[in-house]
DNA sequence: TAGTTTACCTAGACATTCTAGGTATGTCAA
DNA sequence: TTGACATACCTAGAATGTCTAGGTAAACTA
């Protein structure tokens, strides 16, 4: 059966790491500001999430120092992470074309008045 | 902060509602016709949400004898409902347009190639 | 040097949805 | 007429996803 809700916050992160290697406290400040503040993703979502896409192999960690000294852990989207960003983008298209259909179709009783 | 998911249950079935009175049943049946079956809501998932609208005075229940000469528990939205479907057709806008950004702002990275 | 930001992490709570069951009536085919 | 299926309501408990609330530590800044 088809899934029935979204894993946006899987969604959202490798989409950001399809465009370039990141590190988590990056993603978030990323997200937040590609999403006009709608997104404010909590470290708490964050890393497990991370965790869990390096566990499936659909990201690689690997550590870089940055310009102030301090080391950072950058992920990496595999072949395998693209695939599965294809089909959760395209579960996305599905299931907010289905929302805002189901919302259209509804109009007639709201404000036609 | 804003809320970070959509209560994407509450959405759907204040949405239809807003159309025309309905009982469990066929608030199944009609979700997933409307999301070309995109929504096959379970019924653990709805009667529970049904409930809570009606102890939130979102929706009101009334008997009524289907032609079978079954009875049917309809229920009907009230002002408070219509007003709390505003508010989460907003959510849902401002969510998803803030998914479309995040993807879009990665395409760069997917196939320019 | 004290506070803020950067940067990583986890355990447990909470919210939402599903699974899996229950009850009962109506319809239709074998 | 009986057995299967659709209709129609319901709930308890599991699973999933996110958040709260903590911990650690280095670097910047006032």
Redesign the interface.
Known sequence: ??K??ID?AQ??VL??L???DMYGYQIIVE?AR????????KEGTLYPVLHGLERAGAVEAYQQEAPTGRMRKYYHITRKG?EL?KTE?ES?R??????????R??I???TLA
Chains 1, 2 share one sequence.
């Open positions: 059966m088809k029935q809700s946006h969604l959202l989409s950001l399809a465009g370039e997200l590609r999403s006009d503040h709608t997104f404010e993703m693209t960003l983008e996305w599905s299931y907010s074309g289905a929302v805002n259909a189901v919302l179709s509804s007639g009783g709201l």
